[in-house]
């Protein structure tokens, strides 16, 4: 079987068979070699979901060293959501690499970076004039927005949700909501952040009105809206475990934000570029965010990050005080336009709502004959279920972690990588590649499917 959506004639990673296989305990003996060399120069904090060496991937399928398949619902956390290896992004930075490598756009620009900022202000959400920073990664794109909200309103506080994760970096581990492993021993942190409560309707019941109220209560009491530089969201929350906020909740913090002079800022890193059937979550919202952030998916597996907002909020830094040595590197960027071109002319957006589709009747399916499985949530191809200790899914909806760990492992022992997420590690995430068969998703399912039933 070929992979549908990518038909290039000489197409990279035709050697990678689009199925599921399993040939050696996993992780086999050449991935366990690895693992012994791994363990001796790379720290354990630096730490590795599934340590099966890969060698190879090309749409959603990944090759170890041993030769075993995955079918990958992670896709490297919503990075590679074109596919690995799409045969016009490979092309695409190959073809750049043999131009330049790297210039500094800062010193000497080039072509392919204004491109990228074209086509973000084309494909995110409002007409108004926008600019685009680009940076490295998503932390950097986080601390650039928050950089920025400051110098325009000059004001110092950062408010974020509950549940939120913006990154690994000093002012990013302040924003996160949990502290381990994330910031368990690296303090001191940065100050001026504040953490909001959420809408998370599944726990709290509260209507989006309702959350909201909550919500702007705590900034207006805990902080001031004279002294609050900007509102930092995920749409959709990534690492908390994918909640989809209640009606009208994150319109009404916008519109608050608005009304106040405080920066709205959507972090859409995990949940933007194409992944929920379109280019960015705050459109299911109705949001027009002044800042938007994006970074994982951007670029279908090189690394590049952005900052894009409105013209008077961007254009409030220095000349130099926004960049940075690799930001916006000539293969990313070009690497970047191809991805563009990839989900206009495929139609990718319309693969996020086709997986959206089939995960949630399957999943739903399975919901109403295991009643540990509290909860069925997500938009296009980010969808979670959250686990809850048996019969408490109508009460107290204690999570139940063991068996996300068990479920995961039995996926990963029949050749489906599949990731977990949430405050309390009782959710399981699907955020696969958007060139992810429906043949494939099921057989990925049925895998899931055995493992419930063998709990
Ligand atoms: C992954 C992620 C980040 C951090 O991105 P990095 O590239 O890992 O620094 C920030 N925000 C969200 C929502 C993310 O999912």
Known sequence: MTNTLDTASSAPGTTVTQERKIVTAIPGPKSQELHARRVAVVPPGVSSTLPVYIERAHGPILVDVDGNQFIDLGAGIGVTTV???RSSVVEAAAGQMNDFLHTLFTITPYEEYVRVAELLAEHTPGDHPKRTVLVNSGAEAVENGVKIARRYTGRRAVAVLDHAYHGRTNLTMAMNYKAAPYATGFGPFAGDVYHAPSSYPYHDGLSGQEAAARTIAYLEKRIGAVDLACL??????GEGGFMVPADGYLPALQEWCTANGVVFIADEIQSGMARTGAYWASEHFGLVPDL?????GIAGGLPLAGVTGR?????????????GTFGGNPVSAAAAVAVFEAIERDNLLDEGKRIEKKLKSRL???QEKYDIIGDVRGIGAMVAIELVQPGTGSTTKEPNPAAVTALANHAAQNGVLLLTAGTYGSVLRFLPSLALSDELLDDALDVLAEGFASL
């Open 83 to 85: 596919g690995h290896t």
């Open 232 to 237: 930092v969201v995920e749409p959709i929350q």
């Open 292 to 296: 938007i952030l994006s970074a994982k």
């Open 311 to 323: 013209a008077e909020i961007m254009d409030s830094a220095l000349p130099g005080g926004l960049g």
């Open 364 to 366: 739903t399916a399975l």
